[in-house]
Each structure stands twice: as structure tokens, then as C-alpha cells.
């Protein structure tokens, strides 16, 4: 019992298909609760749509489902018909290549969520937008102007302000598609530093192609190549001595 | 180890050079540990010259080898063997450096040695050298060949050489007692002595980090069965 506790998310004999395409074969793995876990491999190896499965993000695409074994967030089945997609997805976050704030100010990106699910009060929304700008680390830039458009903001900013947005809806987990890919070493590294904050209270998935983002921020990796899982282990022992030769290969640059 | 090449030739062509170095330094410091015993062993001065001379070629592969090291780290980040393998080659080289060392002592032992008349027990030098020789070659070896098990094996076999230095250097502190006026050469050949026996600890430092290349396992103090593991 104590053991699943710990388990956030649990994969089992997951096979997903775009159509007839298989796109993920066979994948069990559990990811642990308060940890930042990492996914990398090629282009194509499966490890986006992976983390999309975890919050039915694919639903949205015509022909492409799950087609064998299931996914637990928490104990229960996401794809059992009492799960509300809407609902998974507000328990199951989600941050982006590329920002994408909402075309309005920087306190109504982040009330947005909160206000969908029926939050009124003015003080209740403030109070929510403040802790969960300074979760992101933005509150102190962007306090004083609120009401400014978001896309006054910087990249780096506008990055951090889709996770403060994410976090105003109290997700557990928080799946990251390649958070820094689009912005400069600097604000690479204040997101770097605010995953490492946000793990005390969420869970992190982040699927990278920055081998060494993924060796700084992560404590457990799992490497995939075409649609497999070839090998999940912690981090530290996959960067410095990985099991298996494919996993070899693909970190120290012989293929990919 | 991998064997296939990487992406980036460039990051090929720094790891054989990284590796190159290494050996070549290798090769020179089991060379001058050779000489300066054949300098004392044959009262060669010129040779103990040469040897204290060439100890500053060491010195230098020792930089070059850091240095390599430093801009493979700098420029490729190197991941699982890769960067085993720049961590092992400065470790290893420091070690190498350090052996050099004692054969610049030797042969400056060696050089004063000379000066007197020769002494008979001088030979027991020679199965020392002999076992701290093959402890050095094995170590490089199992460097260059990726042998986990040959590095892992050295740490036993340098126990004789404590055994031998023990023993060597009793005797030669007896023949201080007992001889009269030999007492500074007797001296100079049990630092000789020393020094043979670091060279055993060395090697044998290297042949962890041969392990440590191959199987990413640290042996430093750790006990006998998890050494047989390897």
C-alpha cells in the first residue's frame, strides 16, 4: 500500500496506434509521485504521445487511441467511462514547446482555469493568481503589471506564466513537452530551477531532446526509441552507465 | 566499451587523441621507471641523468592529457563511457605522473649511490622492480584493452609487493646495524624501496580506474568480494 502511494502515474502494457501505426508498444512503467521524471529518445520514439496519453490529450485526434493495457493516475483508470476528460485534464496539466498564454492580461491567463470552475470571488481569484505566479517564480516580475497583455512578457516569462497557469488549477501532475526548447540559456535555467520547486507539491513528466536538461532536472529517466521502452532507471545511473547498448548509443551520440 | 563511432567525427577524433595521450605518457613513464633502475643497477650516471631530464615530458602529457580532457568536456558533454572515460584518463594520469616522479627519485638515489663503492645486496632490488614493473604494464593493459578484470586483480597482487618491501627494507636496515660507513646508501635503497612499493599502489590505483572505465563501479576501499565481483 505505502509502495503505491508513491506511484503518480501507472503504465501497463500500453499499446497506442495512430490508425494502424503503432506508435507505442507494450509500455510499463510506473512514475513516481514528487519526482521529476524524464522521457528521451529520437524524434519519433513515441515519448510525446506517451506523455499525452497521460492526460487523454490524444482523444482529440481522429484514429489514435490506446489500443491495449491501461494507465492508473492515482489508483484509477483514465480511461474508464466515469473519468471526465475535462476534469483528468485539470488534475493532469500540461506546458508546451512553445508559450501560449491567452490573448489577455497576465491575471486573466492565470484566474482563467480557476474561473471555469466556478471561482467568483475577486479576493479568492487574487489570492489564487499571486500564489501561483510566485509558485512560477514571476510573481515579483509581474506584479506591478497584471493587467498588462501577456504577450508583453518575455518568452522565458511566458513559459513560466503557462505553468503558473497550469498550477492555479491545482493539478498533481505536471507533463512538459519540451518547456525550454524555444528559449535562451537564462530562462532554460529559471524554468530548470522552478521544476525543481514545483516537485515538493506536483509531479513532473518532461520529455526532452536536451540529454543534459535531462540529467540536471530529472531523478528518473526512461529512454524510448521507436515506440518502445528501452530502459528506465534513475537518472544518474542512465547518463553515467546505462544498461543497455541502444540506451548507450543514443546518449553519448553514436545514433539517433 | 562502445565501439561505434560517434555522430560528430570531431568528437572521435578528440577521444583517440585523449587516449593516445594517455598511452604515450604511459609508455614513458614505464620507460623511465626501467631506466632509473638499469642507471642504479649498471651505476650508469649518464642514464640516471637522462631519466631525471625526461621526467619534465611526463610532466607536460600530464597538462595536454588535462587539458584534452577539459575541452572534451567543454565542447561535447560526454555521457556514460564517454565521460568515464575523460574522468579515467586525468585520474590515470595523475598517477602516471606521480610514478615518474619515483623514478626521478631513483635515479637521483641512484646517481649518489654511485659515488661509493658497490654494494653486493643491491640485487634485491631487482624481483621488487620486477613485480612493480608487471603491476604497472598489467594496469596500462587493462586501460587499453578495457580489461575490468586484470585492473580489478591488481589490488591482491600488489599485497606481495608490500610483502617484498617489507622484508627488503628489514634487511637493509639490519645491514645498517651491522656494516659501518654504508649507512647513507643503505638509506638511499630503502627510499628505493619505497618508492617501488608506491609504484605497486599506483598501478594498482589505475587499475580501479580501468574498472571504473569499463563497469562504472568505484573499488576504491571496498573489500576483497567485491573486487572478485568484477
Excluded at chain 1, 480557476?114 to 489564487?128: S, V
Excluded at chain 1, 537564462?186 to 543534459?212: F, G, S, W
Excluded at chain 1, 530502459?231 to 553519448?252: L, R
Excluded at chain 2, 612499493?197 to 573499488?219: P, Q, T, W
Aim: glycine residues 6%.
Amino acid at each position: 500500500m505505502g509502495e503505491e502511494k508513491n506511484i503518480a502515474i501507472d503504465v501497463r502494457s500500453v499499446d497506442f496506434c495512430y490508425g494502424k501505426s503503432r506508435a507505442i508498444k507494450d509500455v510499463t512503467m510506473e512514475i513516481a509521485r514528487n519526482q521529476v521524471t524524464a522521457f528521451i529518445g529520437p524524434s519519433g520514439c513515441g515519448k510525446s504521445t506517451l506523455l499525452r496519453c497521460f492526460n487523454r490529450m490524444n482523444d482529440f485526434i481522429p484514429g489514435a487511441k490506446v489500443t491495449k493495457g491501461t494507465i492508473k493516475m492515482d489508483g484509477m483508470e483514465i480511461h474508464d467511462p466515469q473519468v471526465d476528460g475535462v476534469e483528468l485534464r485539470r488534475r493532469v496539466g500540461m506546458v508546451f514547446q512553445k508559450s501560449n498564454p491567452f490573448p489577455r492580461t497576465i491575471f486573466e491567463n492565470v484566474a482563467y482555469g480557476p474561473r471555469i470552475l466556478g471561482e467568483k470571488n475577486k479576493a479568492t481569484l487574487a489570492a489564487i493568481v499571486e500564489k501561483a505566479l510566485r509558485g512560477a517564480a514571476l510573481w515579483e516580475e509581474v506584479k506591478d503589471r497584471l493587467n498588462d497583455s501577456a504577450y508583453s512578457l518575455s518568452g522565458g516569462q511566458q513559459q513560466r506564466l503557462c505553468i503558473a497557469r497550469t498550477c492555479a488549477v491545482d493539478p498533481s501532475v505536471i507533463l512538459m513537452d519540451e518547456p525550454c526548447s524555444a528559449l535562451d540559456p537564462i530562462a532554460t535555467a529559471r524554468v530548470e530551477e522552478l521544476i525543481h520547486d514545483l516537485k515538493k507539491d506536483y509531479t513532473i513528466v518532461i520529455v526532452t531532446h536536451n540529454m543534459q536538461q535531462a540529467a540536471r532536472v530529472s531523478d528518473r529517466t526512461a529512454f524510448f526509441y521507436i515506440g518502445e521502452l528501452i530502459e528506465y532507471d534513475s537518472t544518474a545511473k542512465m547518463f553515467s552507465n546505462p544498461s543497455v547498448k541502444q540506451t548507450e548509443g543514443y546518449i553519448t551520440g553514436r545514433f539517433g | 566499451m562502445h565501439s561505434s563511432p560517434h555522430i560528430l567525427k570531431d568528437f572521435d577524433n578528440s577521444i583517440s587523441a585523449l587516449k593516445r595521450e594517455v598511452l604515450t605518457m604511459a609508455a614513458n613513464t614505464r620507460h623511465n621507471l626501467e631506466r632509473a633502475i638499469r642507471a642504479l643497477l649498471e651505476r650508469d650516471s649518464e642514464l640516471a641523468n637522462s631519466v631525471i631530464a625526461d621526467d619534465d615530458e611526463v610532466d607536460e602529457a600530464e597538462r595536454v592529457i588535462d587539458q584534452l580532457g577539459m575541452e572534451i568536456l567543454l565542447k561535447y558533454h560526454p555521457m556514460a563511457t564517454d565521460l568515464r572515460l575523460v574522468v579515467s584518463s586525468m585520474k590515470i594520469s595523475m598517477n602516471l605522473e606521480r610514478i615518474s616522479d619515483h623514478a626521478t627519485n631513483i635515479a637521483k638515489r641512484a646517481k649518489k649511490i654511485m659515488s661509493s663503492q658497490e654494494l653486493n645486496d643491491i640485487t634485491l632490488i631487482e624481483p621488487l622492480y620486477t613485480l612493480a614493473d608487471q603491476l604497472l604494464r598489467d594496469s596500462i593493459s587493462s586501460f587499453s584493452d578495457g580489461n575490468g578484470a586484470l585492473g580489478a586483480s591488481l589490488h591482491a597482487r600488489d599485497k606481495e609487493l608490500d610483502r617484498m618491501h617489507k622484508d627488503t627494507t628489514a634487511h637493509y636496515a639490519s645491514r645498517i646495524e651491522e656494516t659501518t660507513g654504508r649507512c647513507q646508501e643503505y638509506l638511499h635503497l630503502i627510499f628505493i624501496v619505497r618508492s617501488l612499493e608506491r609504484v605497486g599502489d599506483l598501478s594498482s590505483n589505475i587499475g580501479e580506474d580501468a574498472v571504473y572505465l569499463e563497469h562504472a563501479k568505484d573499488l576504491r576501499h571496498t573489500s576483497k568480494s567485491e573486487r572478485s565481483e568484477i
